[in-house]
């Protein structure tokens, strides 16, 4: 024990335990089109995230911290950096104007639900599955 961790008290540092989400990497036109199919059966939900932009690396911290890994959904991921033809698809299919980081809920075919930014965190997104 040092010095100054006997006038000061030595603090231990406790590394949080990261959750591992259930995603499904997003990365095809043909699983663009299952997620719509199975929408019929059980709520679809698209994350999408830009790995070159802090907001939504901080925003993605925020939901997989929050996020309840009870639900019963499948949980897509893209990065639009790597299948930005997928992200531009998600616009053109659903109608849902392109931004991110972005969050999408899709049941029975529609989306039913998106945010985008800050309010990825902010909201209960689980009031629309």
Excluded at 89 to 108: M, T, Y
Excluded at 112 to 128: C, E, L, Q, R
Aim: net charge negative.
């Amino acid at each position: 024990m040092g010095i100054f961790d006997s006038v000061f008290g030595k603090k231990e540092v406790t590394k949080k335990e990261r959750k591992e989400l259930p995603w499904i990497q997003l990365e095809s036109m043909d699983q663009l089109e299952a997620v719509a199919e199975n929408s019929k059966d059980k709520p679809q939900v698209i994350y999408k995230h830009s790995s070159t932009c802090g907001i939504s690396r901080m925003v993605l911290n925020m939901f997989s911290e929050s996020y309840d890994m009870d639900l019963d959904i499948e949980l897509y991921f893209l990065t639009i950096q790597n299948h930005r033809d997928v992200s531009n698809a998600i616009e053109d299919k659903f109608g849902v104007r392109h931004e991110s980081p972005q969050l999408l809920v899709i049941k029975n075919g529609e989306v039913v639900f998106h945010t985008s930014h800050g309010a990825i965190s902010d909201t209960d997104f689980t009031k629309y599955l």
